[in-house]
Nanobody, 124 residues
Framework: QVQLVESGGGLVQAGGSLRLSCVAS????????MGWFRQTPGKQREFVAG??????YYEDSVKGRFTISRDNAKNTVYLQMNSLKPENTAVYYC???????????????????WGQGTQVTVSS
């Protein structure tokens, strides 16, 4: 069982930056594919960014603005979000799985473990 704890959300003005962190329990963090998803009320959870085998993947609208990275020594995955827009407002979730490879990390149903989420609010 893996527990994920996100932090770093908050209120920021448009154009600002936030860095989300997700700390995972367990000893085999480096073997997990990690993903960031977001959800707004009434909408399905959507893929934002993921990292598998050291390779990052991004949803098109965040490319060039968001960066996913991981520190295996700290069991932590990060999401650096720059040039934030009001439409980026959502609850952001961290997810993990040992079973996902390649492009399938964009699929929320493939993940086994989820964090509780952290609210990101971007004001205009």
């Amino acid at each position: 069982q893996v527990q994920l704890v996100e932090s770093g959300g908050g209120l920021v003005q448009a154009g600002g930056s936030l860095r989300l962190s997700c700390v995972a329990s367990g000893r085999t963090f480096s073997t997990y594919t990690m993903g960031w998803f977001r959800q707004t009320p009434g909408k399905q959870r959507e893929f934002v960014a993921g990292i598998s085998g050291g390779n990052p993947y991004y949803e098109d609208s965040v490319k060039g603005r968001f960066t996913i990275s991981r520190d295996n020594a700290k069991n932590t995955v990060y999401l650096q979000m720059n040039s934030l827009k009001p439409e980026n407002t959502a609850v952001y979730y961290c997810a993990a799985s040992q079973k996902i490879t390649g492009w399938r990390l964009i699929l929320s149903e493939k993940y086994d473990y989820w964090g509780q989420g952290t609210q990101v609010t971007v004001s205009s």
